[in-house]
């Protein structure tokens, strides 16, 4: 078998309101698809990280720089794929936006090796530890509005995603320490005093004033804080989480295993959030899974994208050992965001209907069990939606 074509979808359309993270407000949702094409008439579906401009930017990059080196090569071959085109744009780019280009290639190919299989991609990667993951809804979204109407809207958001089924929530921070403590109590209030909820800074903080807002989540008993400096910061990461009193996670913005070497081997992490569609497709993530369970680090992937990026998770998911194991072991959940994504919703010919399964199995969604990634995105969807 050989590749005969690579094509990216980027696809976008406006959202119903302007939503916001700690580094911009945004109008517009957008996934990036990766289609990798065979000579035996098999297609494989992967996704890349990375909004907007950023994925018309690494569609060159999928189209124009790893097709030309991958045309003709066997698909089965992913490991030889992978390295060959690593190691030919190593100097151009270790991390970022070429990794973000290799990882939505790579997991088309384990789609295609499923395809050829007949396997769900979890028994390829050595089967489920568990056939269904817990979900956590996000939103909390920051709006460009007074921080006083923000908390009262967050009350209500976060007691609507508690009442959604969904197992724990996830607030965004961003206004500074005093607002976003404002903020995150209102998130308290709105679950309830026995409901998991976290807290992503996307890396906005100083290290001192990232301990005054990990101080008062402590107290609050929120279960993470996610990002709360910036990653570069590997020292600030391990000054916070040996005197906090809450988990420190992050590493959506790490690459590959040298990058998460360092972060884990530095000890700044409660719990490892690697992005698959980002740090070097499903190859690269499990070589940074055994780094982490080596380091005895437990992970929550961060999720990001289209039902093609949410399938891709599941099996990951599914397939991820126990650490340390247990007869009631800790458990990964699965990142699913709340807010407005037709991507996810409407992109897949049969739908995940996560929402639905969330309600109905006790917060909790079952792995796709086709063959691959086991979801087949519509057509008419894509063209629909693509802009590049
Ligand atoms: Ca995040």
């Known amino acids: 078998m050989k590749i005969t074509r690579i094509t990216s979808h980027v696809l976008e359309y406006d959202l119903p309101e302007t939503l916001g993270y700690s580094q911009q ?33 690494n569609k060159g990059i999928v189209e124009g720089v790893i097709q030309p080196m991958v045309l003709g090569m066997d698909p089965m071959a992913r490991d030889v794929i992978w390295h060959k085109v690593y190691n030919l744009m190593r100097d151009h780019g270790q991390k970022g936006m070429p990794m973000q280009a290799l990882s939505g290639v790579d997991i088309a190919l384990w789609d295609i090796a499923g395809k050829v299989t007949d396997q769900p991609i979890y028994k390829l990667l050595g089967g489920a530890h568990r056939t ?35 197992t724990a929530t996830k607030m965004k921070v961003g206004f500074g320490p005093k607002d976003d403590i404002r903020l ?15 807290v992503d800074a996307n890396h906005c903080y100083t290290t001192a ?65 690697p992005e698959v569609c ?10 940074v899974l055994a780094l982490a369970h080596a380091h005895h680090t437990p992970v929550v992937n961060h999720v990001w994208g289209s039902a093609v990026a949410i399938a891709t998770n599941l099996h990951l998911l599914a397939a991820m050992p126990p650490l340390p194991g247990g007869l009631h072991p800790w458990e990964p959940m699965l990142e699913f965001d709340t ?23 006790n917060g909790r ?12 995105p519509d057509r008419s969807v894509i063209d629909h939606y693509k802009v590049a």
């Open 209 to 273: 004033d990232a301990f005054t807002v990990g101080r008062a989540l402590g107290d609050m008993d929120a279960y993470w804080f996610e990002e709360p400096v910036a990653p570069e910061d590997l020292n600030g990461y391990r000054e916070l989480r040996e005197r906090l009193n809450v988990n420190i996670s992050g590493g959506e913005a790490e690459f590959g295993r040298w990058g998460w070497r360092a972060i884990l081997e530095n000890r700044g992490l409660d719990i490892a959030q």
């Open 184 to 198: 995150a109590e209102a998130v308290r209030k709105g679950v309830g005093d026995d409901f998991r909820f976290m």
């Open 132 to 166: 269904d993951v817990p979900v956590y809804g996000y939103g909390m979204m920051l709006r460009p509005e007074p921080v006083a109407d923000l908390a009262a809207r967050f009350i209500d958001e976060a007691a609507q995603i508690r009442d959604a089924g969904f």
């Open 365 to 376: 969604m079952p792995v796709p069990n086709g063959p691959g990634l086991g979801v087949d």
């Open 25 to 57: 407000y945004y109008t517009k949702r957008s996934a990036h698809l990766v289609e990798v094409e065979t000579n035996q008439g098999l297609t494989g579906w992967g996704e890349c990280f990375g909004p907007g401009n950023i994925a018309r930017a």
């Open 278 to 287: 980002a740090l070097g497709g499903i190859t690269e993530y499990q070589r």
């Open 339 to 361: 807010t407005h994504n037709a991507f996810r919703d409407k992109l897949l010919t049969k739908p995940l209907n996560i929402q639905q399964h969330v309600k109905n199995n």
